[in-house]
């Protein structure tokens, strides 16, 4: 028997949808993701629908943190998914921790989808379970933090980060480093998109928790990162946090370098504003991205290539159609020289995501294209024809409707939906696909938790009213966890008599 929400899709194919239909269908699509991973991975990280089992190939390993959960549960309750939330909630009340990962994980990863989670739990429900987990967490990869430069490793080892524990291997002589860095980034360097996705939540952790430590740090890498040198007034994706200085000349907008840029604008609106060294230093990496990186096809798609020792890449990555949304809200949310080139740069890079995805069999888009030998917007190399369930040209398209209400948008999010129940659903969940370019694409096995946090989420917004998380009132971090805008949003929560710069 074909499942209800494939039977609806087919029904409703040659119709516009209501706002409701289509706000429904992306709520049955949660419940379908989640109600699998309950029934065949409950308490790992990720989902193998195919194999209905837990992914332990993820980037937290094997350890089980339930990253699925944790990322999932502010897109449960948008989508008024309370029982499911509810035991989301319970299993990270009785079952979260990370006293018993030997392991090294990402500060980054850690952050944006754990913390990141934890901290939109709160806001939304003022739980202080949810408080208390994301400051537990936070004080975990504290120790990453201790470089020359203040700029954090990439991996911590949340096991040895423990003062007693260490103590106690130091005197049996046990003990492991710590924290290091990626052994093929550049010289043992860290990454710009990671060690500059940390502004927006450490600060908040600050704010309703009345500990400065939090922002203190974040603010360490924003003054290394105002006060070195810029060439050509870039910020290449590596950084020695021993040194100080750039690793590799490498610069993106996509994979390595791309929530960096983010953070700046991002940490400008959640302060309400008031944090004018991150416009500043947004603006002023954007016109160099404009005018060094960004380019046009001759048939007049925008788009924006990589820098390699002066040298442009002609390639853009899935994880940089997010500039599309970034580069619109950068344009409208506040007026200056800029605000109409903001404007059009970020209409073009979503237009050109879309034709990324309508120009594969399956319409959805690769996870790189090329614009180079009569080639636009495809990818040409067997490693990039693969998607993972990605959310980055969804989110373009959300904050794009919500800043234009060209109907366009929501048309497009449209198709996503039926290539994503089309292609990716499977009978025990959602899973990518190797080669997005075939009538028969493989399937990846796997369900990222991202699919629950992002893709579904943003799909969900686009088309619901804009009263739903106004763009005012909230700005969503890299995984899509959205924070309140301080001293607008009633549910910023902030702790009695903290004060903040």
């Known amino acids: 028997m074909r499942s209800t929400l494939g039977w609806r899709i087919d029904y409703l194919r040659s119709f516009r949808l209501p706002i409701c239909i289509c706000t429904n269908l992306s709520a049955l699509m949660m419940i379908h993701a989640w109600s699998n991973y309950k029934l065949y991975a409950w308490g790992k990280n990720e989902l193998r629908p195919l194999s209905k089992r837990g992914h332990s190939n993820s980037i937290f390993g094997s350890f089980d943190l339930g990253a699925t959960i944790v990322d999932g549960l502010d897109t449960l309750y948008l989508m008024g998914l309370h029982k499911e939330f509810d035991e989301g909630r319970e299993w990270v009340e009785r079952k979260f921790t990370l006293d018993n990962v030997d392991a090294e994980l990402s500060v980054f990863e850690t952050n944006i989808r754990f913390i990141g989670g934890f901290l939109t739990c709160y806001a939304f429900t ?228 879309h034709e990324s995805y309508i120009r594969t069999y399956t319409r959805l888009g690769p996870e790189s294209f090329r614009f180079n030998d009569g080639v636009e917007a495809k990818a040409l190399k067997a490693q990039e024809k693969y998607y993972i369930l990605r959310p980055e040209t969804f989110e373009s398209y959300f904050i794009m409707w919500r800043l234009t209400h060209d109907q366009k948008y929501r048309d497009w999010g449209w198709d996503a939906v039926q290539a994503l129940e089309k292609h990716c659903r499977t009978p025990t969940g959602y899973t990518g696909l190797k080669n997005v370019y075939l009538t028969e694409p493989v399937k990846d096995d796997v369900q990222q938790s991202f699919f629950l946090a992002e893709t579904l989420k943003y799909l969900y917004l686009l088309f619901s009213d804009d009263s739903l998380l106004p763009l005012d009132d909230w700005v969503f971090n890299t995984e899509a966890h959205p924070l309140p805008v301080k001293d607008r949003n009633p549910l910023y929560r902030p702790a009695a008599g903290s004060s903040s710069p």
Not at 182 to 193: E, H, K, P
């Open 126 to 353: 003022g739980d202080r379970l949810f408080l208390e987990k994301a400051r537990y967490v936070a004080d975990k990869l504290l120790p990453a933090f201790q470089t020359p430069t203040g700029i954090p490793y990439a991996l911590v080892n949340v096991h040895n980060g423990s003062r007693e524990l260490r103590l106690i291997k130091v005197l049996l002589g046990s003990i492991r480093k710590v924290s290091k860095n990626y052994g093929w980034a550049s010289g043992g360097s860290s990454i710009l998109s990671e060690f500059g996705t940390l502004h927006m939540e450490f600060a908040y952790l600050s704010d309703i928790t009345g500990d400065s430590v939090y922002r203190e740090r974040v603010q360490t890498i924003r003054a290394v990162l105002k006060d070195i040198e810029k060439p050509k007034g870039l910020y290449p994706n590596y950084l020695n946090p021993k040194t100080g200085k750039w690793g590799q000349q490498h610069m993106s907008l996509g994979a390595l370098g791309d929530s960096f840029y983010e953070y700046l604008l991002k940490a400008w609106i959640q302060s309400g504003q008031d944090d004018w060294e991150a416009r500043e230093m947004y603006d002023e990496a954007m016109q160099a991205i404009i005018k060094h990186m960004v380019r046009n096809t001759p048939s007049g798609l925008t788009y924006v290539s990589d820098m390699k020792f002066d040298r442009l890449e002609h390639k853009m990555d899935h994880l940089a159609c997010f500039a599309g949304g970034l580069f619109g809200l950068g344009g409208t949310s506040l007026n200056n020289q800029y605000s109409q080139q903001y404007k059009e740069i970020g209409e073009g890079l979503t237009n050109t995501c």
